[in-house]
């Protein structure tokens, strides 16, 4: 299956800092990408789609000048957590879309885990 | 936004034995996916389901797409305890609009 990289897999910053967190598409070219974020023990929760090439689309109550996202070409989408802070602590996961004709399927990264002192 | 209702929310079985789960919509999808994830890991990939009344097997996994098309079904057979994680299901109403997500089956494997 298509392969999606993410980086760092583990990030420990201090509050008030910004970390930035790479996703990329190994073996085939994303025009959309996904950042999820998600709590233990709970399901994946949609932040924003990334579209190459234009602003990404936060879902309802996700801050945009808070969680920065750039989708600069078809392989690589990033996130940043500006300011961070502990509530910010969290498992964030990307995902790339694989669409074709008539299928469309969506292949995740292994995820990063993000600690906020 | 909308979740899938994913049944049951959590298994514990004995090693050998059979598992079914299943991720009901109150929405029509023309697609339906089903990931594993471990801990600490994001989700992985199992199935794609994309006719109604598909059903794919990948080795000792086979899922079915509903007849409805709004409900899907992932049976795992002789369970071995590398089965062990979550189970989400995935949606989506028609190529190229979002995917929608279960709420997640966490499935333990007693050996």
């Known amino acids: 299956g298509a392969v999606v990289s993410q980086h760092p897999s583990r990030v420990i910053c201090k509050s008030g800092t910004s970390v930035k967190i790479e996703c990329r598409s190994l073996d085939f070219q994303a025009t959309t990408m996904f950042w999820y974020r998600q709590f233990p023990k709970q399901s994946l929760m949609l932040m924003a789609t990334?579209?190459?090439?234009?602003?990404?689309?936060?879902e309802q109550g996700v801050e945009k000048d808070k969680f920065l996202i750039n989708h600069a070409s078809l392989t690589l989408s990033t996130l940043t957590v500006t300011s961070a802070h502990p509530e910010d602590s969290s498992f964030y996961i990307c995902s790339a879309r694989g669409q074709t004709s008539s299928t469309d399927t969506q292949y995740f990264g292994p995820g990063t885990r993000l600690t906020v002192l | 936004g909308q979740q899938l209702n994913q049944s049951p929310q959590s298994m514990f079985i004995q090693e050998g034995e059979d598992v079914s789960m299943n991720c009901t919509s109150s929405s029509i999808f023309n697609t339906w996916l089903w990931y594993k994830q471990d801990p600490g890991e994001g989700p992985v990939l199992l199935i794609a389901?994309?006719?109604?009344?598909e059903l794919t097997s990948n080795g000792r996994l086979t899922a079915q797409f509903g007849i409805t098309r709004k409900d899907s079904f992932l049976n795992i057979s002789a369970s071995i305890p590398s089965d062990v994680g979550i189970y989400f299901c995935a949606g989506q109403r028609n190529t190229g609009n979002q995917f929608y997500f279960g709420t997640g089956t966490s499935l333990t494997v007693i050996p």
């Open positions: 990334s579209n190459e090439g234009s602003k990404a689309t936060y």
């Open positions: 389901l994309y006719k109604a009344g």
